[in-house]
């Protein structure tokens, strides 16, 4: 099995309902599902029958976040790769079988970053391309966890620290990739669309996603003092553009 898909849920029935939509589409020999439920009570556990055939392990308790629940899905995986698609994320047509045709014949790949299609709230979307991690990891990640390709064995050495509460993934893609065994891959194709700002976890908490960076960046990174201020200047503005876009009209 190559991509183990982990999907994190919690009382967003229709949001697993959109995710699996996109996973029908998928060849269904590249790659296993698990969907891990933190204890839903909007009528997830008795759809399940919808999912028939599609769901290879699922689970169902309370968990101490999502980061908690990413760490159970590493644990049921077996493919070579996991990917994390939590309800309302879409994996975009055929991306799995693209992507197996660029592994095939190569080597490893510690991590595989793809480009992503960014869904605000309003209705509109960015396309976003890869951004080189040896530039740009001092800032950021490459690119979504959603359009992340992560080498399960070695995300089992490192899985997600709790004590991130919002940006845990972008502690674990950068210490994967400061420790990485095999080379990185940047796809040049979306991987996935996901939805941004609005009531997303993050979005509600801006000041502790730049605590969160700020200590990634200090305790992982070793980045200057310089640049992590500049880092910490140019995210404020970001969020706040972010929040003007979605006042803007919606797509006609």
Known sequence: MRFSIVTIVWNNLDG????????????????????????????????????????DHFQSEPDRGIYDAMNKGIARASG??????????????DVLARTEQRLSDGPGYSLIFGEVALLFSNGRIRHRKVLPPEIHLWHRMPTSHQATFIS???????????????????????????????????????????????????????????RDHYRIQTDVLNVPVFVKWASLVRKAATIGAIRIIQILPGRA
Do not use: C
């Open 16 to 55: 697993l309902r959109k995710t699996a939509q996109s996973l029908r589409g998928q060849q269904r020999d590249l790659f296993e599902w698990i969907v891990v439920d933190g204890g839903s009570t909007d009528g997830t556990l008795e759809a399940l029958g919808e999912f028939s055939g599609l769901i």
């Open 80 to 93: 070579l790769y996991v990917l994390f698609l939590n309800g309302d994320d879409i994996l975009l047509p």
């Open 152 to 210: 399960l064995a070695e995300h089992r050495l490192i899985p997600h620290d709790l004590s991130y509460r919002v940006s845990s993934d972008y502690y674990t893609i950068a210490k994967i990739y400061q420790n990485r065994r095999n080379e990185v891959l940047l796809l040049d194709y979306e991987v996935a669309q996901t939805p941004i700002g609005g009531a997303s976890f993050t979005a509600r908490h801006p000041m502790r996603m730049l």
